[in-house]
């Protein structure tokens, strides 16, 4: 709303009166002014009448307008707009006299401004008077009047029709333009579906009669909202119950509309909902990598400013899981991270909402790379997955939320000591215990709370909060478990080798009182000759790093025990993955070295054999291969 006050004198001239003194001024656009001025005068036409040298005059949605005569004296103007401006109709005979105007707007959006009470001849007048009128829209109205043809004028009967063909127009209004037709008609929302017209003399029309006239909408009303939403819907339609022949123009609308208009709530829930279409489809695999992060800044730049809103976030969701966290997101990383953990950590967020972000989260961790992993770890996601654990327990819930927040810290703290760290800062232990407690039978879940442990065990400078009494009695009963294949007791007896390779001297300066250190290796090497070699695996190695590590520990030969195993396990169940990782880490010589140590028992060193053939082998089917 704003307020113009007019500073005249008691008796002024209306020469005198002006707001602009800008006389030479070509082009000008006022949208939405609301002007309240002293009733004895119009604010329009004091504005307008001084600028005589105007071609473009754009006064949408302003009001009050209460004459437009003054543009009689604007004798350049061939360009006028009056978009939802009200009570047109008082001024249609003023427009016609505008005899050099070739586009005019007189578009209405909603129903209390747009019918006119005789609208054929209505329109009829304003194509008469207006004889190079080559754009016109009046779009929202009943200008283009009810499908039903008009008998002839007296001149159209007075044609020899031996010679002359009736003219072909199925809005009344434009018949004398059926052989000159406009260069665009706007016919977007009029009354009777005008826009699905057959015979329209128009060569550019916007309506949403077909996939044509709603992309021309979008190019003409791109700063209308109230517009775009509908056309948004229209678009997302065509992609709903059919296929659109424009994917890329498609997406242009769509992100322009974003882009253009962030603060409209409605917008980003359509356009979200467009962009969901358009990427879900086989189509999204010619996008370039430019387009695909355009794509991802859009939605990232909605959900931060539309937070709240539920549509919009579900849409933006299932939109960006279509693409790759490594290589379509590596340059809005870190702004993905910030907006997931805000959805994430919301208690009342919508269920399946929370389950998609929780998803890309633990995508983002499980595909970051060292440097990767503690930035992630930087912006507080372990703080907050412990805490979406604490809330499922106090409800005694166990659902895919919870096992995801537990794999996604596994993948965090995944040779990260930093991450490591923050779960055990954070209370972590504790929420283990709880779990374990609480749902002792939940095999994924045990599954990942252990392959986080194994990681928290694997820093050495963290070992020492491990060797309690207390988790140290969890980790023995764990070795028995068949939960989850051999995981669960898998990992369960690499956090104790990592424990014991610290040596004697360790375990006697913890807490530790009940448990005697070398029972707790007895027990560990019993689980280890319990499993099968052939057992699949659920876990993902990047390095043997860890695992090699142990091999160096010469006064524990159980820690060798549980470490080559692993090898031998990994390189015979999946060679084409571990035996190249094995060689480019020198575990080679590490365990021919092994195998000189007088430490090492049979078994031992017979893994340790099986491990070195595996990758001799493995190496020979590769070389013979190749020369195939």
């Known amino acids: 709303m704003l307020l113009f006050e007019l500073f005249m004198r008691e008796e002024p001239k209306e020469t005198e009166m002006y707001i602009l003194k800008t006389p030479n001024l070509r082009k000008l656009i006022f949208k939405g002014l609301e002007a309240e001025v002293p009733t004895h005068c119009d604010f329009f036409s004091v504005l307008l009448k001084p600028l005589r040298m105007l071609v473009h005059l754009d006064l949408s949605s302003c009001s009050p307008i209460k004459d437009l005569s003054c543009l009689k004296s604007l004798e350049n103007l061939t360009s006028l707009i009056l978009y939802d401006v009200p009570k047109l109709h008082k001024h249609i005979t003023t427009i016609c006299q505008l005899k050099k105007l070739r586009h005019l707007d007189i578009s209405q959006f ?17 194509i008469e008077s207006l004889p190079h009128l080559t754009s016109l829209d009046i779009s929202g109205t009943n200008l283009a009047g009810p499908c039903v043809q008009e008998r002839l004028t007296p001149e159209e009967l007075s044609l020899d029709w031996n010679t002359t063909s009736v003219p072909l127009s199925d809005i009344p209004g434009l018949r004398k333009r059926s052989d ?110 430019y387009v695909k992060r ?14 709240n809103d539920r ?57 970051a790379d060292g440097e990767q992993k503690k930035i992630i770890g930087d912006r507080g996601t372990v703080e907050v997955m412990l805490q979406l654990i604490e809330i499922h327990l106090n409800r005694i819930t166990c659902d895919e939320v919870m096992e995801t927040a537990w794999s996604t810290m596994w993948n965090l703290t995944d040779e990260t000591p930093d991450n490591c760290k923050r779960f055990l800062d954070g209370r972590g232990m504790e929420l283990v215990l709880k779990c374990l407690k609480i749902f002792p039978f939940k095999a994924s879940l045990l599954g990942n709370m252990m392959g986080l442990l194994g990681n928290v065990a694997e820093v050495k400078s963290l070992r020492p909060r491990l060797m309690t009494e207390e988790y140290l009695q969890m980790f023995c009963n764990l070795l028995d478990s ?147």
């Open 294 to 307: 355009k794509i991802i800044r859009t939605l990232l730049d909605a959900i931060c400013r539309h937070e």
């Open 110 to 126: 909603g129903e209390q401004y747009s019918l006119y009470d005789d609208p054929n001849q209505v329109l009829r007048k304003i």
């Open 482 to 628: 068949t939960s989850d294949g051999i995981e669960v007791s898998y990992n369960a007896a690499g956090i104790l080798s990592h424990i014991a390779s610290d040596g004697v001297e360790a375990w006697r300066e913890s807490s530790i009182i009940t448990f005697k250190r070398e029972d707790v290796l007895k027990k560990m090497v019993q689980a280890i000759e319990r499993w099968h070699l052939d057992s699949s695996r659920k876990i993902h190695y990047r390095s043997f790093e860890p695992i090699l590590r142990l091999l160096h520990v010469d006064h524990t030969p159980e820690a060798h025990h549980w470490a080559v195993w692993a090898l031998a396990n990994l390189t015979r169940v999946y060679p084409e993955k571990y035996c190249s990782l094995i060689k480019s880490e020198n575990g080679i010589e590490l365990l021919e070295k092994l195998l000189q140590n007088p430490v090492c028992c049979k078994k031992i060193k017979d893994l340790a054999n099986m491990v070195i053939e595996q990758c001799k082998s493995f190496k020979a089917d590769e070389t013979n291969e190749e020369d195939t």
């Open 311 to 367: 549509t919009m976030l579900r849409n933006s969701c299932l939109t960006l899981i279509h693409f790759k966290i490594s290589q379509d997101m590596i340059l809005e990383y870190e702004k993905l991270v910030d907006v997931l953990l805000c959805i994430v950590s919301k208690d009342h967020q919508d269920k399946f909402v929370q389950q998609i972000s929780i998803y890309m989260l633990n995508s983002l961790a499980c595909e």
């Open 180 to 289: 000159n037709p406009l260069e665009f008609l706007g016919l977007y929302g009029t009354l009777h579906e005008a826009c699905y017209r057959h015979h329209i003399p128009a060569k550019r029309i916007s309506g949403d009669a077909n996939e044509e006239q709603i992309f021309t909408a979008a190019q003409v009303y791109y700063d209308r909202p109230e517009y775009l939403l509908e056309i948004l819907n229209n678009l997302a339609d065509v992609f709903r119950y059919s296929s659109c022949s424009n994917l890329k123009l498609a997406l242009d609308v769509a992100l322009m509309s974003m882009d253009r208009h962030i603060h409209e709530k409605s917008i980003q829930s359509a356009g979200s909902a467009l962009l969901y279409y358009i990427v879900r489809g086989e189509e999204k695999l010619n996008f370039g990598i």
